[in-house]
């Protein structure tokens, strides 16, 4: 498995996500900067944490626009696992890849703080090896990650089994207390909880590692 980290100006946990698949997992990653046309030779894609280009406008309007996410969505729309936490699932619902919206949180502020995650879907690449209803523990670090979308798209969610996590405590205001969520064909996640900051014991939990272990047994 190959795995590239997107690095945008404003990334911050590019670094984090490198050394959970480099160092703890032991498996190929190439930072890969967002200027770059070809993710080709790489299996997995993953989109960090940070403020990409400071936020300006909305998280993720416009490093949606980089000449990377054109390719992005070619290898999504191929089949190819992507994966955007924090930042990088603002940036997957500005691309298109994943519906709905994050909006301000409920208090209009910047949350840093652990939560609880449950398990609410099983049929993913991303979580095939987890429990439904299993309780995670990781950080959380945003301002825009109220999770908002219509009755009619909450429907089509809960449905097709697209929900991927949902926060024990809602601590941000998201609809249906959703954390995390898969495109149609389940090989795109965004989620806004960090499993990168949380997958070595000495960071307070490694529950984070369970999700990217899930993907490098599924290859």
Request: charged share 20%; aromatic share 10%.
């Amino acid at each position: 498995m190959k795995t590239a980290v997107i690095v945008f100006p404003g990334s911050n946990c590019d670094h984090d996500a490198y050394h959970v698949v480099k160092k703890i997992l032991n498996k190929n990653a190439d930072f890969v900067w967002h200027k770059e046309t070809s993710l080709q030779k790489y299996d997995f894609i993953l989109i960090p944490g940070g403020f990409s280009y400071g936020d300006y406008l909305r998280a993720g309007a416009i490093a949606r626009f980089s000449p990377i996410m054109d390719e992005v969505i070619r290898v999504a729309n191929q089949g190819t696992p992507v994966m955007g936490i924090c930042n990088g699932f603002q940036i997957l619902i500005e691309s298109g890849l994943l519906p709905g919206a994050l909006i301000n949180n409920n208090n209009v502020k910047f949350l840093s703080k652990n939560v609880t995650l449950k398990v609410s879907s099983t049929s993913s690449i991303f979580t095939n090896n987890l429990k439904l209803d299993q309780r995670l523990k990781m950080p959380i670090a945003h301002r825009q990650g109220n999770f908002y979308a219509s009755n009619d798209l909450l429907k089509q969610l809960k449905d097709e089994d697209r929900i991927a996590f949902k926060y024990e405590k809602n601590p941000n205001g998201s609809m249906e207390d959703i954390a995390g969520i898969f495109n149609k064909s389940k090989n795109v996640l965004g989620m806004m909880p960090h499993p990168e900051r949380a997958s070595e014991i000495l960071l307070g939990s490694a529950d984070g590692l369970a999700i990217f272990n899930s993907i490098v047994e599924n290859f």
